[in-house]
């Protein structure tokens, strides 16, 4: 069975670095697994329906998943619907929601954004966590704000049954 963890939260609560730690943590216990990271793919013009290009990324996720010959993949990336996940069907998917304070979001985007992008970032973590409230997407969720990425990445394997 082909196991998939998703990574998930606003833009800024640390879903790549935790996702990395997760990578080291396998890695350590000798165990396999992919890693793919859907917002290394960017292009410009994206579809209408697809203001994120993720039909893109995803289908090179489909071509590239199975050269790298593992069971285990772990995606960090935004899901806003959980049917956007649907063309994983026959793989266990699990998605770990990352959350943070405001306030720690927002200082994390200001200390990486130091461009043009800086105002749409922090909008946007707004509008996540908003949107995450009234539809949530998430078989659990992990707090990271007070604890180090490798206490992070630990909960995350341990809660969803990968440790």
């Known amino acids: 069975m082909r196991r998939i963890l998703v990574v998930t939260g606003p833009v800024g609560v640390g879903k790549t670095a935790v996702s990395w730690e997760i990578a080291e943590v396998l890695e350590e216990r000798d165990v396999p697994y992919g890693f793919f990271d859907p917002d290394a793919v960017h292009f410009h013009p994206r579809p209408a329906d697809d203001r994120f290009g993720y039909g893109v990324s995803l289908a090179?996720?489909?071509?590239?998943?199975?050269?790298?010959?593992?069971?285990?993949?772990?995606?960090?990336?935004?899901?806003?619907?959980?049917?956007?996940?649907?063309?994983?069907?026959?793989s266990d998917v699990t998605v770990a929601r990352l959350t943070a304070p405001a306030a720690v979001i927002e200082g994390r985007i200001r200390r990486r954004e130091i461009g043009a992008g800086l105002e749409w970032h922090l909008a946007r973590a707004v509008e996540l966590d908003a949107h995450w409230r009234d539809h949530p997407v998430e078989d659990f969720t992990v707090e990271n704000a007070d604890h180090s990425v490798r206490e992070v990445a630990v909960e995350v394997l341990t809660r969803s049954g990968w440790l």
């Open 60 to 90: 090179a996720l489909d071509a590239a998943w199975p050269l790298m010959d593992v069971d285990r993949l772990i995606v960090p990336m935004v899901v806003e619907r959980r049917d956007r996940l649907d063309r994983f069907s026959g």
